[in-house]
């Protein structure tokens, strides 16, 4: 009795993690801009620009919705509430690139949000593919 009872808690762990795990990757990457061709992309001169555009006035100096700051390098790999959301070399599995390509399984995490109105300023699949460059370069 007491195998069978631990085989079936076992299994039954393992089920619920391998659940979970699927219910959190609920993002379909598939969906993604390529990275963009271009060298020697660094946060100063490519990503800073796009950043400030459309992200510093939730996450820059005066303002860190989700305790997320975009307005320096360091800042940005740091991350937010949740942790680090760049992980170096692996573009497609950073949730800042999932949030900016707004492919995320929950709406409120797709960035920038929309707007009072219910519009949004979607990054270009330019601004994000050259995000995911940086991302798989290193993100210097």
């Not at 808690?9 to 379909?28: G, I, M």
């Not at 920038?112 to 300023?121: A, L, Q, R, Y």
Request: aromatic share 6%; proline share 5%; with cysteine.
């Amino acid at each position: 009795m007491t195998n069978k009872f631990l085989t079936f808690t076992l299994a039954s762990a393992f089920s619920l993690a391998v659940f979970s795990a699927s219910a959190a990757d609920k993002v379909d990457t598939s969906k993604l801009p390529p990275a963009s061709d271009k060298k020697d992309v660094t946060y100063e001169k490519d990503i800073k620009p796009i950043f400030e555009k459309s992200c510093f006035k939730c996450h820059g100096p005066e303002k860190q919705k989700g305790k997320l700051r975009l307005d320096s390098l360091a800042a940005t790999l740091k991350g937010g509430e949740e942790g680090p959301n760049v992980i170096k070399g692996k573009s497609a599995e950073s949730t800042l690139v999932h949030a900016v390509a707004r492919i995320t399984a929950d709406e409120e995490a797709a960035m920038p949000p929309k707007k009072k109105d219910g519009t949004v300023e979607i990054m270009s699949k330019e601004q994000v593919g050259l995000i995911r460059a940086w991302i798989d370069q290193g993100a210097k």
